[in-house]
């Protein structure tokens, strides 16, 4: 059995919150009930209050701080944080360790001290390399300071590095976006995620987009901007592998593939999220969270449904044989009228081996755009399921 598990703990802080995101984090400069450092001690506690066959009956190969912006907590107590997890946890020699950064935060002193912390992947969110889409968005950085910290990022050591950008956000042309990917691509990152703008309740953008005034990109220069996000990332030998993810050969985002291929991982602090043993644990979400697990009960039907929605994203598709595994049931036996029905073929890539045996399902270019319709039908068809 894979003993192998990722770590995830959220920091839920930001220097300032951006107009489109609806992640858990607020102003750190906000008057908050918990200040980072008491934040931080309260995660440490919660890190070494895992049950003991936990702590020593998994190698930990990934650890992600997330957030929110966890470079803008300070970097000892990001150590502290670091310690509590390799005090209580047996680490891989290889362990891929994750921060997020946003660029306003990153000096040639942070940077430094996160690779002495033993951080060897830095996820940096860029969104865009064009000043007027930053100041759209919200961002607290011009697109020279996120070159610049680049820059500082790769002095320091980092030979692993994310770029996040977004598309499909207002006032974005394919011209302009064409020039943020040209410049990125230049820069060399091991990894880049694209997004296309979610509108999200609870943000200036949702309202803005309610009142008709928010001003975005069609659909369909939307998926001209992924279409070629897909095409120029390929011609320079970057691997698809996700929906909205893209990598060099072996970079492919550790902590991110747990999440989409259903291994074991736990998270620390608000709103983190666990899978461990086939069961999902949720921590609640405000700012003093609880260190109780709230522990959600999964039918069949749901833990079906999780697995095909998180599984479909990834490029190569559903994993057959884990399937049977968690199961106990051929995919085709339980998908098989769906896998039949000709409405869907456009949107599904379905291959099958020389015994005519199901050998991969997995999203076809079309159903790359259209994931929604896909995701409905295989779960009207769970749903069928007696
Ligand atoms: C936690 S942030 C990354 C680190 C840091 N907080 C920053 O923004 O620079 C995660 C990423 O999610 C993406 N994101 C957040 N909200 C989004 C939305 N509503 N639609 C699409 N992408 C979004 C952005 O690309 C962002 O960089
Ligand atoms: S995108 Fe990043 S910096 Fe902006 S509010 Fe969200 S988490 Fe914070």
Redesign the pocket.
Known sequence: MDKSLGLYVHIPY?LKK?R????V?YPAGDKLPLSPDEYAYRVCDEIGSAPEEIKKGYEVDSIFF????PSCMGTDMIGRILLAIKDNYSISQVAEISI????ETVTEKKAKNLKYLGFNRV???V?SLNDGILKNLGRVHDSEKALEAYHILRDAGFGNINL???FGVPGQSIEIWEDTLDRTIALGPEHI?F??????EG?P?YEEYKEGVLEIPTWEENRKMYELALRKLKDVGYVHYEVSNAAKPGFECRHNLKYWTMKPYLGFGTGAHSFLEGKRFYNTDELEYTREYEEEENTLHERMGDFVFTQLRLIDGIDLKQFKELFGKDFEDVFGELLEDKGLSEYLIIVRDFSGRLAKVALSRKGLDNTNIVLQRFLMAIDNIT
């Not at 997330?66 to 912006?69: L, Q, S």
């Not at 997020?100 to 660029?103: I, L």
């Open positions: 930001c951006c489109y995101c609806d992640f984090s997330g957030g929110g912006t997020e950064a946003n660029p996820s940096m969110g969104q996040d950008l977004m995620s997004y296309s703008l979610q509108i999200e943000t953008f």
